[in-house]
Structure formats: C-alpha cells, structure tokens
C-alpha cells in the first residue's frame, strides 16, 4: 500500500501491561474509534502461533476502519498475516534484507535515532522513520534520548514521513512543534488510560498541531483550485463532438478528464474519425473555451486573501495546469491573483498530463523547495493521487465537480473544503 503522510498523525503502537481487565481486541478498537490513524502490534512474549491468531484478528479490525496495520519486528507473521507494514529497529533485521522479503506492496518501518541512520533507512528502502526516544520512557529502558535539534535534523534530512516515538504524552506533545515530524507513535498514553477513545481524540488534535509543517512552495492547480471553471471543462469535449455531427460516448468527460487539451484533441480525433489536424481541433475547442477565460471564470471564494497570506510568509508559488497558459493567465490577470506566482507550468509544454508526476517535479524544480515542505493543491483526485505518489504533501481543494471527494479528502496532507475555513494550518 501507498503511505499517506496522514497516517502518521497518531500511531498507536500495543502494550499488554495495561490490558485492566480488557482484551488487546477492545483497547485497539476504542483507540480506533479515538482516531488514531495506524496501529502497531507488538509482542515479545506471544508464541508464535498465539501472534500470529491475535495479528489475524486485530488486523481485520484495522481493515474495517480503512487503516494501516503494521507488525513490530517479526517478519515472518507480518507476512503471514498479510499485515499492511513491517517495522524494524537497528538491532533487529537490515533494513535492506527486509526489504527484500517482504511484498513490494508492504510498508517498511525503521527506528533510528541519529541522522546517518535514518539517511541509510531511506536509502535501504524504508517507507517512513520512527525517531526515539524523544522524552525518557518506561516501555523501552534501553532506548537512547533524542534531542530535539536531532529530532529536527533527521526531519530535514529525508524525505519520507518522520514519527516520533518515546514518553510521548498529553503534557509534553507540543514541545515537538516546528519539528518537522508528520506525526507520534503512543504507548502508554493510549493503552495506560482509563478512557482510550477520548485520550486518542485529544493526541490526535494535539499531533495536528505539533505535525504543522512549513511549507516553502505551493503548486496550485488552476480550474476547480484558484478558479470556479471545471463547469467549461465537463462539457467543451461533448460540445465539440457534437459540432462535428458525431454523437459522444456516454463517459466521454471522464475519459478526457485527465488528459492535456493535446492529449484530449489526439483521442477526439481518433476515437470520432475526424478529419481535421490536431491543431485544428485544439483551435476549435480553444474558442470554445476562450470567450469563457476571458470574460466569466471566477476566482473561487477567498482564494486572493489566501493567496496574500502565503505571501507574507515567504511561500514561493507557482501554477501547474492542463489549460493552456494563454487562458490561465487572462483569467489570473482579470481576477486580480497572476502576480502571485512565479511562473506558470502547463501540462503541454511538460510532456505529459497529470496522471504522471513530471509537471509537478518541474514546478518544485524551479521552486527550488524541499519535496515534503512543498504542497500541491488539487482538487481532482486522480492528480492529487499523482503527487502523493510523488512525494509530495497534498492540500485537497473541495469543488463539486470532483465526485470522490472522500477518498481526495483521506489522501491529503489537509483538506480545505473553502479557503475561508483553512483553519489556521497555514498560519
């Protein structure tokens, strides 16, 4: 599976000493109605086939709530049981020989506590980096305390998500603020407590805001992001085809949805047996669309005043779109918001539409910006998917357009239903 950054907002990681008479089944299910956003099972002292019955069970109810399940240390089970993830400490199995045996499709875990570890981590293939001890501990007396500057080096230094692990609690987790980490991982905070669902809502509000990362450079899509304009684009290919005496097919916007104004004119052409040049067929769908740009597209509903803020923190912008550049531009310019960015990337001078990556690796290129302090805002989820994928952090823009707004919304960094209610995450 795809590691989403989210994921690591609250990792709940077991320990059986504080069972009080329940089972690890019912703590685990009350921390995940708490909403804690990916469960480690640990257990040194299981036999193996009572681990292996117990990872069984627990990681059915982490698929019911839609969340990674990962196993500590063991292999073997973490395979057997079709675990979503592996994690493994310095002293446990190379990261490499792990990586090595488990699915391609498994995440990989590695503790670390030094720079040059968690460097070597990513390098060996890790998915994500669990730093600790950040504050003194009873669950692991031999773990080594990390401090704070180190916990922000090793954030700077890779670009896979960062958790922090160790003594973790209400009282202290704000200290980690401006760390850099994505996120905790929690024992005795949870699974010591005599109400886990509300101590798991309250660490999770708190890891929100001590996982605040800075964000150096924003990559704006344009229609359906910056401008209320995907209503053009839901029906100009079906208005074309039409114009041409040819009846569309019944899924003809979704099938051009991802595509270039270039890539779009290709399958037209070839799918409706037009007789025109590409060329003339971007033409005649550009004035379709022109008058559009130049006259009526409207910036979304706060975006200048968001745009602004931005600004004053030094954020670096710029424009990543499948619109040709003539229009975005008009259409910026009249809104009042072009100056704003830097420059403007198009996905037919990149080559390639959004469901590759090279459109939003150009702009970051450019930006000159660190990949995980670098957010793309999208509204369609099949790009948003791509910069995910990329490695980017992803802010989901809400627009009616996009008809799987819940899946957009659990794949982003933060999900912003309007830029008036962007609840402070990029103050």
Not at 352 to 365: M, Q, V, Y
Not at 403 to 423: H, R, V
Request: net charge negative; proline share 1%; hydrophobic share 40%.
């Amino acid at each position: 599976m795809k590691l989403c950054k989210n994921a690591m907002r609250l990792y709940a990681v077991t320990d059986r000493s504080w069972l009080n008479g329940k089972t690890l089944y019912e703590q685990v299910e009350e921390a995940l109605k708490g909403g804690v956003t990916c469960v480690q099972l640990r257990e040194k002292n299981l036999s193996e086939e009572e681990f292996f019955k117990e990872a069984v069970e627990i990681g059915e109810l982490c698929r019911k709530y839609e969340i990674p399940f990962i196993i500590n240390d063991n292999v073997e089970i973490a395979v057997k049981c079709k675990a979503d993830g592996i994690h493994v400490g310095q002293s446990d199995m190379n990261a490499g020989e792990v990586k090595d045996i488990i699915n391609s499709k498994m995440l990989l875990g590695v503790s670390a506590s030094t720079v040059e570890e968690a460097v070597a981590a990513e390098k060996a293939g890790a998915d994500y980096i669990g730093v600790g001890a950040v504050f003194s501990t009873s669950t692991k007396a031999d773990a080594c305390d990390v401090s704070f500057e180190t916990l922000k080096e090793i954030c700077e230094s890779v670009s896979i998500p960062v958790v922090a692990i160790g003594g973790i609690s209400e009282k202290n987790i704000l200290e980690l603020s401006d760390s850099g980490i994505d996120g905790v991982a929690v024992v005795s905070a949870i699974f010591a407590s005599e109400n886990i669902e509300k101590s798991c809502r309250n660490l999770l509000e708190l890891s929100d805001m001590a996982a605040k990362t800075q964000i150096e450079g924003a990559i704006f899509d344009v229609d359906g992001t910056l401008l209320d304009s995907m209503d053009i684009w839901e029906t100009v290919a079906i208005d074309y085809v039409k114009s041409k005496g040819k009846i569309p097919e019944k899924n003809l916007r979704e099938v051009v949805r991802p595509m270039s104004l270039y890539q779009s004119s290709c399958y037209v052409k070839e799918h409706y047996e037009i007789e025109d040049s590409i060329e003339k067929i971007m033409d005649d769908i550009n004035k379709i669309v022109e008058d559009f740009y130049f006259h009526e597209a409207t910036a979304k509903n706060g975006v200048k005043e968001f745009l602004t803020k931005l600004k004053n923190k030094g954020v670096k912008m710029c424009v990543a779109t499948a619109t040709d550049k003539y229009l975005v531009e008009a259409a910026l310019e009249r809104n009042g918001i072009l100056h704003f960015f830097e420059k403007i990337f198009t996905c037919t001078e990149a080559g390639s539409g959004k469901d590759e990556p090279h459109i939003f690796n150009l702009a970051r290129e450019f930006l000159g910006t660190k990949l995980k302090n670098t957010y793309v805002f999208e509204d369609a989820l099949y790009a948003a998917k791509t910069a995910v994928k990329a490695g980017f952090r992803l802010c989901g823009i809400y627009d009616k357009s996009e008809k799987e707004t819940e899946k957009l919304e659990k794949i982003s960094d933060i999900y912003l239903k309007s830029y008036n209610g962007d609840g402070g995450y990029f103050d």
